[in-house]
T-cell receptor, first 110, second 114 residues
Framework: QKEVEQNSGPLSVPEGAIASLNCTYS??????FFWYRQYSGKSPELIMS????GDKEDGRFTAQLNKASQYVSLLIRDSQPSDSATYLC??????????FGAGTILRVKS | KAGVTQTPRYLIKTRGQQVTLSCSPI?????VSWYQQTPGQGLQFLFE???????NKGNFPGRFSGRQFSNSRSEMNVSTLELGDSALYLC?????????????FGPGTRLTVL
């Protein structure tokens, strides 16, 4: 079992729809969770961080954390073609190590 | 503030050679982490330096090494290059190095080993 798992996709949604990206992790002691977006040929850029159970909203993005279920999700409202990218879920470990999932490819069709 | 910078951006080497990559963190950041990204393995943690000390290391052979200078700039070295070392090498910096701290990535160095 991988430490952080994501559906590789691609996830295709029409422009204006809600995109839902999911991530599960195996280490129950994990405390910090991050969503990064990576465009093809570019480096990852941070979208959201979340540390407590519940929802955290930032503009069109909402991160959801459920530690009991070991589950993190990212919702993108009013999806735009510019949101088309690979979304990486990462779990923070001791010594500033991030463990990444394989990423979910999102395609927003206009 | 300027972001994380990495040099060079592209490198082509041949098997058996060695290579040194450089990373300058965001001003004031003390932690620098290195990652390798390949299509097959995804993003994998190499090591992290904090205040000139290696604090954590991933599952990579000893051919991969690094160091951090007093100004927080970091270098990583790969000796005896193998074809499988072809990858995007990413450097990330964070202010405190705490596991909850945000890491900001540089543009990466694309290494091709022929």
């Amino acid at each position: 079992q991988k430490e952080v798992e994501q559906n590789s996709g691609p996830l295709s949604v029409p422009e204006g729809a809600i995109a839902s990206l999911n991530c599960t992790y195996s280490d129950r002691g994990s405390q910090s969770f991050f969503w990064y977006r990576q465009y093809s040929g570019k480096s990852p850029e941070l979208i959201m961080s979340i540390y407590s159970n519940g929802d955290k909203e930032d503009g069109r993005f909402t991160a959801q954390l459920n530690k009991a279920s070991q589950y993190v999700s990212l919702l993108i409202r009013d999806s735009q073609p510019s949101d088309s990218a690979t979304y990486l879920c990462a779990v923070g470990k001791y010594g500033n190590k991030l463990v990444f999932g394989a990423g979910t490819i999102l395609r927003v069709k206009s | 503030k300027a972001g994380v910078t990495q040099t060079p951006r592209y490198l082509i080497k041949t098997r058996g050679q060695q290579v040194t990559l450089s990373c300058s963190p965001i001003s004031g950041h003390r932690s620098v982490s290195w990652y390798q990204q390949t299509p097959g393995q995804g993003l994998q943690f190499l090591f992290e330096y904090f205040s000139e000390t290696q604090r954590n290391k991933g599952n990579f052979p000893g051919r991969f090494s690094g160091r951090q200078f007093s100004n927080s700039r970091s270098e990583m070295n790969v000796s005896t290059l193998e074809l499988g070392d072809s990858a995007l090498y990413l450097c990330a910096s964070s202010a405190t190095g705490d596991r909850t701290d945000t890491q900001y990535f540089g543009p990466g160095t694309r290494l091709t080993v022929l």
